[in-house]
């Protein structure tokens, strides 16, 4: 050979070699790239297949992905192994000891037939013509595998071309260990949210109980502390709270009297009006059942405030701090008309329930005074609501019964009141026809 | 841009051809060999790949375009590649492609 034509075959090698090596150094800035990339799994999975068959010219091969509880390696991704390939395969404590004390590095399939997996999966491999299984091992932990057919050039896999599988295995062994982790966030997650659920509902439970125990109490006022419960939920609705806003206004409705177990049942039965001492003795509920709710840690805020003011009026002339409009905590305000409303359509030990125009006389005279108008007109519309068929609930029916609800002339009267209210009110746009 | 869709054409004769452009180097060339292995099923007994407006190949596209030998060579049709400019060329010689295609300058 003379001396140029050695040197021209020398340089088109020299340009192969550089040809390849761009190409496989593509491959994997690409797969690195994908992984940190973090789409989608799935796809993530698949491009990186194509990017390990694709650098190296192989022809078939499949991804694999480890789950630790069944002892299977489930197929991910798969490229011409043919349907009969199972897409799950078992492995025995023997081949994980092998797969973690080989590590991250091509295992020659016809060469490990001593393994079990080998022997058992042995016809599935052949069919496929895999010539390499790669574990994923990473930490001391095995992800999953990667299968690897014939190289298309009909080759043996040099030691180059397996550094090369090797440096793109293990991106793909973070790809699965990052999906691994985030499976394992949502599952934590998930727990916590049924635990937070769990937790919620003895919540209710126990609210339930105690709202039930003041109520029999008050043998009178049987079913207040529900009722209350019920209209400060109606209340926040139709003020647009979210659901778990109103849950907490019904839930701070149940409990407002709940200081009331601190006062001599006698005081709270009384069938008379009670006197300055006994009625001293009756204000101290408030602040009562603020001692009882503060060192409880409620699922919603303002719970215990509820209780603490809710007979505190926007003209201060409340108890038991007097404070004024802005000063009294909102749910306070919310439960405050809800109980308001609920004495005066329930009997009393000595007196009958008011009459409902005597009902929206009253809540219109004191809005502005002891109720703040915007509620006073949730609580109105979602009655109005009820009364219309506009809403299908029947808590009002429910809470007033039947004989009330259906008391000529309410209708009429509950419009007037709601567009009486409407200058007011910034949220009495609309006015009922 | 042209629809992938549109990137296989086939005659009477049996034969498909599919303009291989840049798609071949994403997953999302995975549609022309999926319409490839469409061809096949149909009768079809050869395909062109046509790489005259193909400038690069990477290992998405080579993976592919073995999925189509793939799949040819599995019911004895002839895949043939057309056109592939010097470098393509050189990269299906070096990773063994050339082994089960026809290349057509
Ligand atoms: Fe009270
Ligand atoms: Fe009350």
Redesign the pocket.
Known sequence: MKLQDMRSTNFSRFAAERNKLVHTFGALAEIGQEVSNKHNFQETIRTSLHLVLGSLGIMRGGVVRYTRFENELNMVSARGLGDDFPFGMSLCYEDERQFLANGLYPIECDQARVLPFFQVYDRSIGQAKIELFVPLVVRDELLGGIFLGEKASGEQYTSYDKEIICAMGRHIAVAISQRNLMAELERRADENRRLYDDLKMTYKDTVKAFAAAIDRKDKY?EG??VR?GKYSEIIARELGWGEEEIEGAAFAGYL??IG?ITVERKIINAPYRINAKESSELNKHPGAGFEILQPIRHPYAGVPLAAKY?HERLDGRGYPDGLYDREIPYIAKVVNLA?AF??MTSDRPYRRRRSAPEVFEDLQRNTGKQFAPELVTALLRGMMKELSGESKDKTFRKMLGREYMESEGLMPIVRTALNGLAPTSPLTFVAYK | MTEVSSQVLSDSQGTATVFAGDYLNKLSGERIERECRAKLNEGCREIIVDFSGTEIVNSIGISILMGVIDAASGIGARVVFAEPNKMTTELFDMLGLTRHVEIRA
Do not use: G, R
Request: aromatic content about 0%.
């Open positions: 006022t207040h502390s209350v407002h009297d009331k809710h109980d609920d004495a």
